[in-house]
């Protein structure tokens, strides 16, 4: 059974970078079968795609975040991560990382979500 | 604000039927599947439906996708306490290789 499990700092002051790692188990992060997702949802509010990464190493952003946000794969630890530069307090959300097969539409695998506060 | 469009909350009685729209463009749903995803309160959303009709197995046949034009709707039949949650409609769009959320909808079972 897959399973993902983010990782964080939990709290970062304004103008910090932010690290994030999915680890990945009953999976291989280096299957051409899948690509690999960030998400996060801000307390009380909607869902909102951060960036996806495969293996073959193609990488898409949300435009909105783009110039902040890089997203990665480490294969040896079977991990994707996420960085996100110069973080604000809208940046506060749980994040959460998600699986997709390449030949399909829809997210099949969730990690719980990590909880990243951005405050002073 | 989401260029899919989903009421902010929906309710109805256990027992009884509630449908949930999401309404886009040609551009978005129009010419995407859609998948429904459910989030149960403190948790991680879930795979309820995908490629607009179909339902992953362990889904129980109460729960239904339709996609019409540029909508598609989930439907909720013999609702429970436990089917209260925040749902989204989700597209992956081919075009601009993204995903795309829905702004999410709230079901209270009264």
């Known amino acids: 059974q897959v399973q993902l499990q983010e990782s964080g700092p939990g709290l970062l002051k304004p103008s910090e970078t932010l690290s994030l790692t999915c680890t990945v188990s009953?999976?291989?992060?280096?299957?051409?079968?899948?690509?690999w997702s960030w998400i996060r949802q801000p307390p009380g509010k909607g869902l909102e795609w951060i960036a996806y990464?495969?293996?073959?190493?193609?990488?898409n952003y949300n435009s909105s975040l783009k110039s902040r946000v890089t997203i990665s794969l480490d294969t040896s630890k079977n991990q994707f991560s996420l960085k996100l530069t110069s973080v604000i307090a809208a940046d506060t959300a749980v994040y959460y990382c998600?699986?997709?097969?390449?030949?399909?539409?829809?997210?099949?695998?969730w990690g719980k979500g990590t909880t990243v506060t951005v405050s002073s | 604000q989401s260029v899919l469009t989903q009421p902010p909350s929906v309710s109805a009685a256990p027992g009884q039927k509630v449908t949930i729209s999401c309404s886009g463009s040609?551009?978005?749903?129009?010419?995407?599947?859609v998948s429904w995803y459910q989030q149960l309160p403190g948790t991680a959303p879930k795979l309820l439906i995908y490629?607009?009709?179909k339902r992953p197995s362990g889904i129980p046949d109460r729960f239904s996708g339709s996609k019409s034009g540029t909508s598609a709707t989930l439907g909720i039949t013999g609702l429970q306490t436990g089917d209260d949650a925040d749902y989204y409609c989700?597209?992956?769009?081919?075009?601009?290789?993204?995903?795309?959320f829905g702004g999410g909808t709230k079901l209270t079972v009264l």
């Open positions: 998600a699986r997709s097969a390449f030949y399909s539409y829809f997210l099949d695998v």
């Open positions: 009953g999976d291989s992060v280096s299957s051409a079968t899948y690509f």
């Open positions: 990464i495969h293996y073959i190493g193609t990488t």
């Open positions: 040609s551009s978005n749903i129009g010419n995407n599947y």
């Open positions: 490629d607009n009709d």
């Open positions: 989700v597209i992956w769009d081919n075009s601009l290789s993204v995903w795309v």
